[in-house]
């Protein structure tokens, strides 16, 4: 008799997997006028630093813009455009680079936090400020939405690569991530609704009404395939 299949093991119970806040260093913020850099942290939540400020309402958290160092000073909503200030899109001039931006005023930084992604004012139009994001999609938002100058801080991350599966481990322990994690396809057929070495195979498109072991895959899909150009 084969094993529950994940999907369905996470409604037994609650997720076997939760993520460790305990350890998180806090929530990134705009809630403040003018800070200083007092120090530069790695936070488990995330990949790219976070920079510990010393304002006027306490201590706060923000995404370390690239080339920061301690001693910096850190203002909001300034007229001097330079970059790791924090300014209104309305403010940032026309191909301007940004990151940590708000999804609506005062939500915080939600959108570009990875390490070394930037995204692109390209215009102001109807009370709206239209931005490219990394993925080269264009998206709206409000004029008022906060952004930082610059990009973010940890941009080669990627450059030094997992030698050992060991520090893949403790990289996926740190963040209570389900690793090794076993291809469906390479499981037996008793284990999971794609696995076996029947061809063509199981169709990945299921009915939204399928049961849960057998609920995987494009779930109540309208289309599949390659999309038409």
């Known amino acids: 008799m084969g094993k529950r299949i994940i999907s369905r093991a996470r409604g037994k119970g609650g997720p076997p997997y939760k993520s460790p806040g305990h350890r998180f260093a806090g929530k990134p913020t705009y809630t403040f006028n003018k800070g200083e850099v ?8 995330r990949d790219a630093p976070l920079a510990k400020l010393k304002t006027d309402r306490g201590e706060k958290l ?9 001693g910096d000073s850190v203002n909001i909503m300034n007229t001097n455009i ?20 708000e999804n609506y005023p005062g939500s915080g930084p939600q959108l570009c936090c990875s390490p070394g992604t930037t995204a692109i004012i390209i215009s102001y ?31 080669g991350r990627k450059d030094k690569r997992y030698l050992k599966a060991g520090q893949l481990h403790f990289a996926k322990h740190a963040r209570n991530k389900l ?51």
């Open 179 to 229: 690793w090794p994690r076993s291809s469906a396809t390479k499981m037996n057929p008793v284990d999971h609704p794609f696995g076996g070495k029947t061809k063509p195979g199981t169709p990945k498109s299921i009915s939204r009404w399928a049961p849960p072991g057998a609920k995987v895959g494009s779930i109540a899909s309208r289309r599949s395939g390659k999309a038409k150009r």
């Open 38 to 45: 007092v120090d530069l942290i790695h936070d488990p939540a």
């Open 62 to 70: 923000m995404i370390a813009p690239d080339g920061i160092k301690v």
């Open 82 to 101: 330079m970059e790791n200030n924090v300014l209104a899109l309305s403010q940032i001039p026309k191909g301007s680079t940004v990151f940590a931006i």
């Open 125 to 155: 139009d109807n009370n709206r400020v239209l931005v490219q994001m990394p993925s080269k999609e264009f998206k709206e938002f409000n004029p008022k939405c906060l952004a930082i100058v610059g990009k973010a801080a940890g941009w």
